[in-house]
């Protein structure tokens, strides 16, 4: 990447396209559902067209940028598309348009109100998420992460009820606590060390270069940025994710299983790789406590996992375990670890919104949300639960899927660090993976059902089934068709 | 407009003198006259600053009378100066101040029907007092000004309902013991330095060594005093509260931006050109004892603010704590700590600004500000609510707003000289201010009483008739100046680099210390 980076307005433009989409849908209103519904499709595909069409310059070894605004002397607001940036604003942009058309179906076939607040504030996430994948410094992604935090609170409370407000509560408290208390502070001591912040914040400039700091300094300004990214859900600080779940089933399928969990492990990969780099990272002497806690997420969170009746909850559970990865991948530091934390973020992706948009479709047409509960339904849903057991198989990481391949270079990762410890948590939490998961789709499809209310119950709408339908293919496309995403994570050249 | 620093003053005090005169008969022409001379008065502030950043020293001066300063010590005339730091918080005053009067049509004629030419005159006088403040060069005209100011606003407060006498007579005890001791130490002053000019003061304590001397000590504290009671620095807020609650719209709109920040410009002027830099923080006790004090008054405000379940009422308590924010960052004794202070100022001005106006709207519709009337308001009054929480969000501190960057340079003030109490007092109350207004948030979205009921059916049912939900904005004459304000938070956040680069320019003949990390 030694090149001049390419002037392009396109970032600009892909941030942009849902804001005005926006503007559409809040004009459009409840009573022109389908004007509105057409404005956020519009929005969604321009954006993801626009993030495709850079997809040939970044392959190409480009990087690109957009200045917007000086925010301080030294430090501008400065939109940058590289290879993992690009990946995620990929995975993100795409999944939208399958999301938007899993909206339809599910809102409209519950019935709920205040659509018009709903597309509105989803069109402001995917927004912000946007400005999240392309940020070139650390202020950027920071504004661009607190706008997250915010424009997903009225999703989030969407049912305006006692449930929404305990959730929301934690969200916010959550989520504010550690961006405020803890980030501000490494933000503000990167920024007044040496040159205002030029270099020490910017993420393409030479890594290593918080070496200036004392190794103590060094590991403070670890820990403060690894829990300040609180939406990464490291524990202790998971607990918001299982309680925003009292969301819309599409938010918590595109909010908390991609845009906004992903944004959280997002930053922290490039806090980790671009701004300490690999380098300082494997000499800091406390950081291999990070790669522990790392490892202790993934395993107590798919133990608490194998324990939640609820579906959705046992989905948030399991996001916790599989976002763990990530910063795993991260706190590797190695070029094969790392990259495999990148590509984790788009197979994880497609395999969970594949199980939220399920657990949806099975709420939307049966009101079922309890494991227990599903007996036989997959004799009566054959397509939502065959893409269940789909996206499931990829979430435990068996190929021909494309959890495989995240989870073969996280594997390698570990090994060029010689730390055979890793490998073993990954094969036994794949293995705890199997066991909440399958049984899941097992009880479906080969239990017999013990009552026989449920006659009357057919596939759920067909703008709820396509998208499932859609991310499941998806799933194996990303094994087959994963060449593009290892130059752009950086493993291939 | 060579002199447009007199022009600022002319305005707004021929104004008063018009509205009072004319407005005994003809009642309708208080408030186009009010306007008309709050735009005079905001251009010349305009112009003021534009000839302050172009002129080589920095600074507009204008001699009122002509008397000269020649002589040694520096000038016994009546001097305004409008140097950077003046002229951008005078600028702050006078945007403030036309916001408010052109919000005030609808509020004045409903809440204080009758008396439009008294109000006006006030509310004018009260301009030109806060306005002086921030330009006059000489610290006994400071005081005098700070009198006008102070007595124009008990008679603004005392306009509002059956209660704002009783917080009135409290507000005026208060009110001239601060100023009495302020006087005090201005006369310590006057004998020691010979000279009331501010410059011509500091120049005789660097030129005769006052630093160790005792009087000036004393002289040090009673200003210092005097002005932590005129500024409602916690435990000197008792009036604060009760004044701005019962005051009429308009007054607490305008007061509240104004009044405490005011005076926290007195605090940094007496400081820095006054007394100077190595008086003020190495020669007395003052400094050391100051960051803790902060502390308290933070801590203890924000905790009253928590407790409070009136919009009106926890507005005031925040101003408190705010008003520790601002002291604290002056007395941590840092360039970034400075700069955030100043920077603060202005920030805060704005929002509070945003906050007052929003909530005299909605007081005007709900008739209560208390936070079980407020469910609905985001369908009900969408505009008022973006405005309002426009500055809300500001207060809490999120980019891009301009609380955002005054707080990121508080912070990294108390980062860089090491002042860990004041940056976990800032954290604490940074998220009580979360807490705040998005409990207000949820109040007012959600169908959930405080205790945990649910008031309506599910599927967003507030359990309010369609009449209570309806799309009904306020006035455009309230809304509009609202979301004049609220474009004003986010401008300055985004500008923020223009403003700072201002405040640097003013700090940099100061030499305060850069601090360091690690």
Redesign the interface.
């Given at each position: 990447m030694n090149e001049a980076p390419i002037y392009d307005l396109r970032p600009l433009l892909a941030f942009l396209a849902p804001l005005v989409g926006l503007i559409g849908i809040a004009l459009a209103g409840e009573k022109r559902a389908n004007l509105r519904e057409l404005f956020t499709f519009l929005a969604a595909i321009t954006q993801a067209s626009l993030v495709l069409s850079m997809l040939p310059l970044v392959l190409g070894g480009a990087v690109i940028e957009f200045q917007v605004?000086?925010?301080?002397?030294n430090v501008p607001l400065l939109f940058r598309v590289d290879g993992p940036g690009l990946l995620f604003a990929c995975v993100a942009s795409i999944l939208w348009i399958a999301t938007t058309l899993y909206s339809v179906g599910y809102m409209r076939g519950l019935?709920?109100?205040?659509q018009t607040r709903f597309y509105s504030f989803f069109a402001l996430s995917l927004s912000a998420t946007m400005g999240v994948a392309f940020s070139a410094n650390l202020l950027t992604i920071?504004?661009f992460y607190?706008?997250l935090s915010?424009s997903t609170?009225?999703l989030v409370?969407h049912?305006?009820?006692?449930e929404?407000?305990t959730g929301?509560?934690t969200y916010?408290g959550y989520l504010?606590?550690t961006s405020?208390?803890l980030l501000?502070?490494a933000l503000?001591?990167c920024?007044?060390?040496l040159d205002g912040g030029e270099v020490a914040m910017d993420f393409l400039a030479d890594t290593g270069k918080l070496e200036?700091?004392?190794q103590n300094?060094q590991m403070v300004l670890l820990v403060l940025f690894t829990f300040g990214f609180a939406k990464a859900g490291l524990m202790p600080l998971h607990s918001w994710l299982p309680g925003a779940m009292v969301a819309p089933t599409p938010v918590s399928a595109l909010l908390h299983a991609v845009a906004v969990v992903k944004v959280g492990v997002f930053c922290v990969y490039r806090v980790y790789a671009d701004l300490f780099g690999s380098e300082v990272l494997i000499r800091m002497d406390g950081q291999d406590w990070m790669m522990g806690l790392a490892c202790a997420t993934i395993l107590i969170s798919s133990l608490i996992a194998l324990s939640q009746d609820n579906l959705k909850r046992r989905l948030a559970f399991s996001t916790i375990g599989q976002l763990g990865y990530v910063v795993l991948g991260a706190t590797l530091a190695t070029e094969q670890g790392m990259g495999g934390s990148v590509l984790h973020i788009a197979m994880h992706a497609c395999g969970k919104i594949t199980l939220f948009f399920c657990a949806g479709a099975i709420f939307v047409a049966s009101g079922k949300k309890y494991v227990s509960q599903l007996r036989g339904l997959g004799r009566k849903m054959p397509i939502t639960m065959g893409a269940f057991m789909i996206g499931s198989l990829s979430v435990i990481g068996l190929p021909p899927l494309g959890g495989f391949v995240s989870k073969w270079y996280l594997a390698l990762g570990a090994l060029d660090r010689d730390a055979m410890w890793v490998v073993f948590v990954l094969l036994v939490s794949s293995l705890l993976n199997v066991f909440y998961l399958l049984p899941v789709a097992v009880t479906a499809f080969f239990r017999n059902e013990d009552d026989t209310d449920d006659s009357g119950i057919k596939e759920a709408p067909w703008a709820c089934v396509v998208p499932l339908a859609l991310t499941a293919i998806g799933c194996f496309a990303l094994f087959f068709l994963s060449g593009p995403l290892l130059r752009l994570a950086g493993i291939t050249q | 407009m060579e002199n447009a620093i007199a022009w600022i003053f002319i305005f707004p005090l021929f104004g008063a003198v018009i509205v009072s005169l004319l407005g005994m008969s003809q009642k309708k022409i208080c408030y186009p006259i009010s306007v008309f001379s709050m735009i005079g008065s905001f251009v010349a502030g305009c112009v003021t600053i534009k000839q302050a950043i172009e002129s080589p020293n920095h600074e507009v001066s204008y001699l009122l009378g002509g008397w000269t300063l020649d002589q040694y010590p520096r000038g016994v005339g009546i001097e305004f100066r409008g140097d950077l730091l003046g002229a951008l918080i005078c600028l702050v005053v006078l945007g403030v101040g036309l916001v408010v009067s052109f919000y005030s049509k609808i509020p004045v004629q409903e809440e204080t029907p009758g008396k439009e030419p008294l109000f006006y005159s006030l509310f004018l006088l009260q301009i030109t007092g806060l306005a002086g403040i921030c330009l006059t060069g000489d610290a006994f005209n400071l005081y005098v000004l700070i009198e006008v100011a102070a007595l124009t606003g008990y008679g603004l407060i005392a306009m509002g309902s059956n209660r704002a006498a009783a917080a009135t007579f409290n507000y005026l005890i208060l009110g001239t013991i601060g100023a009495s001791l302020y006087l005090l130490g201005v006369g310590y002053l006057y004998i020691k330095t010979g000279t009331l000019n501010m410059i011509g003061i500091n120049e005789v304590i660097v030129s005769n060594g006052l630093m160790d001397s005792a009087s000036m000590q004393v002289a040090f504290i009673l200003i210092g005093l005097g002005i932590l009671i005129k500024m409602a620095f916690f435990p000197f807020h008792a009036w604060l509260p009760n004044s701005y609650c019962n005051a009429p719209t308009t007054t607490s709109s305008l007061l509240a931006p104004l009044v405490t920040k005011v005076m926290i410009y007195v605090m940094i002027r007496m400081v820095l050109t006054v007394f100077g830099v190595e008086f003020s923080f190495e020669s007395t006790l003052w400094a050391d004892v100051m960051p803790w004090l902060v502390v308290v008054a933070i801590v203890s405000a924000a905790v009253m603010a928590l407790a409070q379940r009136e919009v009106k009422r926890m507005l005031a308590y925040l101003i408190v704590a705010e008003v520790g924010y601002m002291v604290g960052g002056v007395w941590i004794y840092n360039y970034y700590g400075l700069i955030g202070s100043i920077f603060h100022i202005i920030s805060d001005a704005c929002m509070t600004l945003c906050l007052f106006l929003g909530t005299g709207i909605i007081l005007r519709k709900c008739k209560t500000t208390h936070f079980d009337g407020l469910r609905g308001l985001f369908s009900k009054m969408p505009i008022t609510m973006a405005g309002f929480f426009i500055g809300g969000f500001s207060i809490i501190g999120l980019p891009p707003t301009c609380g955002f960057f005054s707080k990121w340079y508080l912070i990294t003030g108390g980062m860089v000289s090491h002042r860990w109490e004041y940056l976990i007092v800032l954290m604490f109350s940074t998220m009580v201010m979360v807490v705040l207004f998005f409990r207000l948030i949820e109040r007012i979205h959600l169908a959930v009483s405080e205790s945990g009921q649910n008031l309506g059916h599910g599927h967003g049912d507030l359990g309010l008739t369609e009449e209570q939900t309806k799309f009904e904005e306020g006035p455009l004459s309230m809304v509009i100046p609202l979301v004049a304000a609220a474009a004003v938070v986010l401008l300055i956040g985004i500008y923020n680099q223009d403003v700072v680069n201002q405040i640097e320019v003013f700090l940099e003949p100061f030499n305060l210390p850069k601090g360091t990390v690690d």
């Amino acid at each position: 990447m030694n090149e001049a980076p390419i002037y392009d307005l396109r970032p600009l433009l892909a941030f942009l396209a849902p804001l005005v989409g926006l503007i559409g849908i809040a004009l459009a209103g409840e009573k022109r559902a389908n004007l509105r519904e057409l404005f956020t499709f519009l929005a969604a595909i321009t954006q993801a067209s626009l993030v495709l069409s850079m997809l040939p310059l970044v392959l190409g070894g480009a990087v690109i940028e957009f200045q917007v605004w000086q925010i301080f002397t030294n430090v501008p607001l400065l939109f940058r598309v590289d290879g993992p940036g690009l990946l995620f604003a990929c995975v993100a942009s795409i999944l939208w348009i399958a999301t938007t058309l899993y909206s339809v179906g599910y809102m409209r076939g519950l019935h709920e109100h205040a659509q018009t607040r709903f597309y509105s504030f989803f069109a402001l996430s995917l927004s912000a998420t946007m400005g999240v994948a392309f940020s070139a410094n650390l202020l950027t992604i920071y504004f661009f992460y607190e706008m997250l935090s915010v424009s997903t609170f009225p999703l989030v409370t969407h049912m305006q009820d006692k449930e929404a407000r305990t959730g929301g509560r934690t969200y916010l408290g959550y989520l504010l606590f550690t961006s405020l208390c803890l980030l501000l502070p490494a933000l503000s001591w990167c920024y007044v060390w040496l040159d205002g912040g030029e270099v020490a914040m910017d993420f393409l400039a030479d890594t290593g270069k918080l070496e200036f700091f004392s190794q103590n300094t060094q590991m403070v300004l670890l820990v403060l940025f690894t829990f300040g990214f609180a939406k990464a859900g490291l524990m202790p600080l998971h607990s918001w994710l299982p309680g925003a779940m009292v969301a819309p089933t599409p938010v918590s399928a595109l909010l908390h299983a991609v845009a906004v969990v992903k944004v959280g492990v997002f930053c922290v990969y490039r806090v980790y790789a671009d701004l300490f780099g690999s380098e300082v990272l494997i000499r800091m002497d406390g950081q291999d406590w990070m790669m522990g806690l790392a490892c202790a997420t993934i395993l107590i969170s798919s133990l608490i996992a194998l324990s939640q009746d609820n579906l959705k909850r046992r989905l948030a559970f399991s996001t916790i375990g599989q976002l763990g990865y990530v910063v795993l991948g991260a706190t590797l530091a190695t070029e094969q670890g790392m990259g495999g934390s990148v590509l984790h973020i788009a197979m994880h992706a497609c395999g969970k919104i594949t199980l939220f948009f399920c657990a949806g479709a099975i709420f939307v047409a049966s009101g079922k949300k309890y494991v227990s509960q599903l007996r036989g339904l997959g004799r009566k849903m054959p397509i939502t639960m065959g893409a269940f057991m789909i996206g499931s198989l990829s979430v435990i990481g068996l190929p021909p899927l494309g959890g495989f391949v995240s989870k073969w270079y996280l594997a390698l990762g570990a090994l060029d660090r010689d730390a055979m410890w890793v490998v073993f948590v990954l094969l036994v939490s794949s293995l705890l993976n199997v066991f909440y998961l399958l049984p899941v789709a097992v009880t479906a499809f080969f239990r017999n059902e013990d009552d026989t209310d449920d006659s009357g119950i057919k596939e759920a709408p067909w703008a709820c089934v396509v998208p499932l339908a859609l991310t499941a293919i998806g799933c194996f496309a990303l094994f087959f068709l994963s060449g593009p995403l290892l130059r752009l994570a950086g493993i291939t050249q | 407009m060579e002199n447009a620093i007199a022009w600022i003053f002319i305005f707004p005090l021929f104004g008063a003198v018009i509205v009072s005169l004319l407005g005994m008969s003809q009642k309708k022409i208080c408030y186009p006259i009010s306007v008309f001379s709050m735009i005079g008065s905001f251009v010349a502030g305009c112009v003021t600053i534009k000839q302050a950043i172009e002129s080589p020293n920095h600074e507009v001066s204008y001699l009122l009378g002509g008397w000269t300063l020649d002589q040694y010590p520096r000038g016994v005339g009546i001097e305004f100066r409008g140097d950077l730091l003046g002229a951008l918080i005078c600028l702050v005053v006078l945007g403030v101040g036309l916001v408010v009067s052109f919000y005030s049509k609808i509020p004045v004629q409903e809440e204080t029907p009758g008396k439009e030419p008294l109000f006006y005159s006030l509310f004018l006088l009260q301009i030109t007092g806060l306005a002086g403040i921030c330009l006059t060069g000489d610290a006994f005209n400071l005081y005098v000004l700070i009198e006008v100011a102070a007595l124009t606003g008990y008679g603004l407060i005392a306009m509002g309902s059956n209660r704002a006498a009783a917080a009135t007579f409290n507000y005026l005890i208060l009110g001239t013991i601060g100023a009495s001791l302020y006087l005090l130490g201005v006369g310590y002053l006057y004998i020691k330095t010979g000279t009331l000019n501010m410059i011509g003061i500091n120049e005789v304590i660097v030129s005769n060594g006052l630093m160790d001397s005792a009087s000036m000590q004393v002289a040090f504290i009673l200003i210092g005093l005097g002005i932590l009671i005129k500024m409602a620095f916690f435990p000197f807020h008792a009036w604060l509260p009760n004044s701005y609650c019962n005051a009429p719209t308009t007054t607490s709109s305008l007061l509240a931006p104004l009044v405490t920040k005011v005076m926290i410009y007195v605090m940094i002027r007496m400081v820095l050109t006054v007394f100077g830099v190595e008086f003020s923080f190495e020669s007395t006790l003052w400094a050391d004892v100051m960051p803790w004090l902060v502390v308290v008054a933070i801590v203890s405000a924000a905790v009253m603010a928590l407790a409070q379940r009136e919009v009106k009422r926890m507005l005031a308590y925040l101003i408190v704590a705010e008003v520790g924010y601002m002291v604290g960052g002056v007395w941590i004794y840092n360039y970034y700590g400075l700069i955030g202070s100043i920077f603060h100022i202005i920030s805060d001005a704005c929002m509070t600004l945003c906050l007052f106006l929003g909530t005299g709207i909605i007081l005007r519709k709900c008739k209560t500000t208390h936070f079980d009337g407020l469910r609905g308001l985001f369908s009900k009054m969408p505009i008022t609510m973006a405005g309002f929480f426009i500055g809300g969000f500001s207060i809490i501190g999120l980019p891009p707003t301009c609380g955002f960057f005054s707080k990121w340079y508080l912070i990294t003030g108390g980062m860089v000289s090491h002042r860990w109490e004041y940056l976990i007092v800032l954290m604490f109350s940074t998220m009580v201010m979360v807490v705040l207004f998005f409990r207000l948030i949820e109040r007012i979205h959600l169908a959930v009483s405080e205790s945990g009921q649910n008031l309506g059916h599910g599927h967003g049912d507030l359990g309010l008739t369609e009449e209570q939900t309806k799309f009904e904005e306020g006035p455009l004459s309230m809304v509009i100046p609202l979301v004049a304000a609220a474009a004003v938070v986010l401008l300055i956040g985004i500008y923020n680099q223009d403003v700072v680069n201002q405040i640097e320019v003013f700090l940099e003949p100061f030499n305060l210390p850069k601090g360091t990390v690690d």
